[in-house]
């Protein structure tokens, strides 16, 4: 029997062998974003493919997903077929090839020297001129310096045939002045689009860390396989968002709800559906365990007993790694001179076109004239102004290859001394990224609030210990159990959960924390909602917060007025609906209109379905109020002496629309924070609605036809013992 179960077993295992050449042999398949559920931290991405497949069994390569994507959520569902095996293993994949960097540089510093070339020509023709402009006839020489000497002869005839020669050089060499200075600003301008396409591969590593995922799926029979590919990724949130309009001819209000969504996950997501949720994925689902609190004193410490000589532990060898290959090695060699390179031309081009310029012609120049590659420049036994040149057939050995200049050398260059400056050594290679490690709970998967140093074994924890205060018990407490939660089987699994870090992580401000009191996990207080948008919505991966429609809401209300004139002597519309949606309204900011026209700003509070919804509509200058306050004070007592101050309060309410309104007016009564003082009321006028409370606040509810002015009156009297200063 049991040799019947063994081959049945054998027939049943799937004929596919998951190696190392199993991605040359998958087959590639293109699976877009479907559809993507928002939460207040995270965002569930579900990818959707239904390639056409033969039957039997098949390797796909899905489409690479972020670095940062938790690995443990990665989940593949197939329709039709048997998913065998689903690998989801973080790589590496290549942003630019070494051979495209490599060309921008070369023509990058080529265009250095077609500037440095420029400007020596510059300096030539600039210091040809200035010597033409020094050249003129000298006058004849003085009678009383001329004793014994003959008049030297006077050639009115060659000066002119010379001054026309040197005025003819003049006007050549400013023409070819004008010719190179067009000539530079061109090339300046294509030397700055250079420069920023350096900068660009100097943004960020030369490879992006990637989860590849790779699927053997079984099928029966041939056609299409709808496969649902689905994880979950960090740096997503979102937040609610209202717009309210008060229709007062139709005594209505539309509240249109949208969700500002915000995600830097590394991906974007184009024409997506997309659900806003207020739930917390990966919680806990198991009840937390309590530790034992035991508190005692350090004289109840009873010593442990420990070995004078153990016997020596085992030996372990370390796990195999994989070792570098000659054409790693060659690789990392390239990618390295490629980053000093790209560092040495950042700060060369931080300090612009001309400062650039001059750099490359001080190291071309220093090259040059080791090799004796530059001649006819300042020549004494030259011909004539112009008939040198510069000659530069090689870049020298190396890019960061310096030379010691002769000094004859020096003085041949016509290199302006504030341009020259001298090779600098290239700087060092920049240190790896080490991203710092997130742990993850066993049960949600969640990752960890922050990562535990290391902690020693909690036997080679000195006596002292106990005797410090109960903070630091309880960090020594978790240390030790973190050391001991990360040993054997517990540390294999919590690495595989450990989620990849992007070489260019997110900003911190878009991390979301569940201590922001206006994320939608934080005002929903503990219900879970999902909220559907009503069209396809398209979320950049760029941090920004886009405005997502939800739904539109429309309510029939009633409206009255609210005022604290002691306060502000302002009336502010508002109205109070019952909530008939079967979601709840989160609590968020929220713009009001009336009639269409932008009035103000406000905030609308968490109200479940079927609760009372308070809706702000703004304030309302045709409702207006003046409040008056008149105190008058006495001395009372013979011997005891009181003072008395007796506070009549006035307010005048006035309707000056052109229809009857309500309007609830509060005020507030003072209180005593003294057995000495004393607070009496001694009339209201009208009787106040309600109060007062046990705050002091009176309401008084009015209604006020067109055009009507109401007055409110009330006063109290307060008693202290004389010459007391009063405060509040």
Known sequence: MSMLWSVALLLNVPNVTAGPDLVDQARMVEAPIAQVTVYSDRARVRRKAAPNLPAGIHTLRLPDLPGAVLLDTVRV??????????????????????????????????????????????????????????IS???????????????????????????????????????????????????AEEWEKARREVERFNLGAFSDQKVQVLVILERAEA???PLTLEYFAPGAAWWPAYDLDFLADQGQVTLSIAGQVQQA????????????????????????????????????????????????????FPP???????????????????????????????????????????????????GGEISGLGDAEGVGYGSGGVSLSGRGAGYYKSAEVRPEAKKMAPVP??????????????????????????ASGAPAAMSMPSAPPAESMPIEAAADDGQERLIAREQVAATTASTGKDRAERVRRTALDLFEAPPSDLRARFSDPTLPAVVAEGLDFVYKSSTRASIPSSGERLRVPLA???????????????????????????????????????????????????????TGPGGLLALPLGADEDIRFKRKVVPATEVKGVFSKDEVTTYQVTIEVGNYKKRAVKVAVYDVLPKSGHEKIEIEKLSVSPVASKGPDADGVLRWDLDLPAGATRKIEFSYRVTRPENWQLYQ
């Open 77 to 134: 569902e197939a329709a039709a077929g048997r998913v065998l095996r689903v690998e989801a293993v973080p790589v590496e994949r290549e942003r630019f090839s070494i051979e495209q960097v490599e060309k921008q540089l070369d023509r990058f510093e080529g265009l250095a020297d077609r500037l440095a070339l420029l400007d020596a020509e510059r300096a030539v023709v600039s210091l040809e001129l200035s010597l033409l402009a020094g």
């Open 137 to 187: 006839p000298r006058p004849p020489v003085a009678e009383k310096e001329r004793v014994g000497r003959p008049l030297p002869p006077i050639l009115p005839e060659v000066w002119r045939r010379v001054l026309d020669f040197l005025d003819q050089r003049a006007r050549k060499a400013q023409e070819r002045l004008r010719v190179l200075d067009v000539s530079r600003r061109e090339l």
């Open 223 to 225: 056609g299409p396989a």
């Open 265 to 316: 996950t590394g991906e974007d997501w184009n024409e997506v559906e997309l659900e806003l949720s207020t739930a917390i994925p990966g919680q806990r689902q198991d009840l937390p365990e309590l530790l034992t609190w035991a508190l005692g004193e350090r004289k109840e410490f009873i010593p442990r007993v420990m070995a004078a000589r153990m016997p020596p532990p085992p030996q372990m």
């Open 320 to 370: 195999p790694s994989p070792g570098t290959t000659t054409g790693q090695a060659e690789r990392l060699a390239r990618m390295e001179v490629l980053h000093n390179r790209i560092q040495e031309l950042a700060n060369i081009s931080a300090r612009g076109a001309d400062q650039a310029a001059a750099d490359r012609l001080a190291w071309v120049a220093d090259v040059s004239l080791l």
């Open 417 to 442: 001394k504030s341009a020259y400056q001298p090779p600098r050594a290239p700087p060092p290679p920049p240190q790896p990224m080490k991203p710092a490690p997130r742990t993850r709970s066993r």
């Open 552 to 606: 539109v809401e429309r309510f029939a209300v009633q409206t009255f007025y609210e005022a604290t004139p002691a306060l502000m002597e302002t009336a502010y519309l508002k109205a109070t609906v019952k909530n008939q949606g079967s979601r709840p309204i989160l609590r968020g900011p929220m713009n009001i209109f009336v009639s269409g026209d932008f009035s103000g700003q406000g905030e609308l509070a968490t």
